[in-house]
Structures are given as C-alpha cells and as structure tokens.
C-alpha cells in the first residue's frame, strides 16, 4: 500500500495540527494503522494507532489524552489530531499500515508494520 502523509508544519507550543495520510493500493479498511515520529537523533517511536473499523485505538503515554487518531475508511484516510503540542512533540511524522489479524494488538513496534509513507516534519517551536 501507498500511504502519503500531510498536515506537518511549524506550531507554537499549546497549539494544534492535524495530520492525514492518504492511501491507497490495498483494502484500506482491511489495514491498521499506525502513526510513529522519529526527532533528530532519536529512534522511531510509537506514537498511536487505530484498527480497521475505528473500533480500538491506542496511545503511547507521552500522547494520550493530547492526541488522536481516527479514520474515514470511505476516504482512505487516517488523521492523527494533536493538541496541546508541546516541544517535544517536534519530529517527522509516519503513518504505516498493517493488515488487520496478522499482528498483536496493539502493534506498538516498527517491525510489526509493512507499508511506510515518506514523512511530515512538526515543528514546535515559539
């Protein structure tokens, strides 16, 4: 699958984006997916991820309650909401796809993905 994610830019602290990742190539309502951030000199982390039908969704700690994923399956899309974004929010997002029942759930690793979009940089900074 194709997934190519948008939205990223520069925010000052306490404000909000919103992501999107577009996909497409496959099922998009037989998918998981995922969304991870890496910052510079920093490993790729975990950041949320929803399953197929919007029946579950699940957040690192250092997100919930701040951010949230959701998606329009009729649009082959997945967002990822966040406010109350903080410096340490700042990284480039991925969103990844998983095809739903062939990994634990919660799948909370990078290697537990298949498909990768290219990145959207957040910057935090006043």
């Known amino acids: 699958v194709q997934l190519v994610e948008s939205g990223g830019g520069l925010v000052q602290p306490g404000g909000s984006l919103r992501l999107s990742c577009a996909a497409s190539?496959?099922?998009?309502?037989?998918?998981?997916m995922g969304w991870f951030r890496q910052a510079p000199g920093k490993e790729r982390e975990f950041v949320a991820v929803i399953s197929w039908n919007s029946g579950n969704t699940y957040y690192a700690d250092s997100v919930k309650g701040r951010f949230t994923v959701s998606r329009d399956n009729a649009k082959n899309t997945v967002y990822l909401q966040m406010n109350s974004l903080k410096p340490e929010d700042a990284a480039v997002y991925y969103c990844?796809?998983?095809?739903?029942?062939?990994?634990?759930?919660?799948?909370?690793?990078?290697?537990?993905?298949?498909?990768w979009g290219q990145g959207t940089q957040v910057t935090v900074s006043s």
């Open positions: 990844a796809a998983v095809q739903r029942g062939s990994s634990r759930w919660p799948p909370r690793e990078d290697y537990e993905y298949d498909d």
């Open positions: 190539g496959r099922t998009f309502s037989a998918l998981r």
